[in-house]
Nanobody, 125 residues
């Protein structure tokens, strides 16, 4: 069984930065070939924020130029560096991962089999 553990959320002022981490554990045979970060704000549906495949990345328009998704394969960890944060970035952030090999980053949450528990990011003005 694969578990994803997120860390790094918290309260930050607008314009500040936060780095989220998501580490896989449990099944040593699990390879995190694809991963994504999603977020859900109060009263809204969960949406894709960023995704990474073996060689490509994807970003939703609202975070382009501000957020960066990256991975450390040896640590089976994916990161989301969030800079120039805005109040509208406030949400619970979830990481998702899968062992499916995909050239194109997976942006549909239904494609992922493994999810973290979520971490709150609150951006204050």
């Amino acid at each position: 069984q694969v578990q994803l553990s997120e860390s790094g959320g918290g309260l930050v002022q607008a314009g500040g930065s936060v780095r989220l981490s998501c580490a896989a554990s449990g099944d040593n045979t699990f390879s995190m070939y694809t991963a994504g970060w999603f977020r859900q704000a109060p009263g809204k549906e969960r949406e894709i924020v960023a995704a990474i495949s073996w060689s490509r990345t994807y970003y939703v328009d609202s975070v382009k130029g501000r957020f960066t998704i990256s991975r450390d394969n040896a640590k089976r960890t994916v990161y989301l560096q969030m800079n120039s944060l805005k109040e509208e970035d406030t949400a619970v952030y979830y990481c998702a991962a899968d062992s499916k090999f995909s050239i194109v980053p997976m942006t549909d949450q239904r494609q992922y089999n493994y999810w973290g528990q979520g971490t709150q990011v609150t951006v204050s003005s």
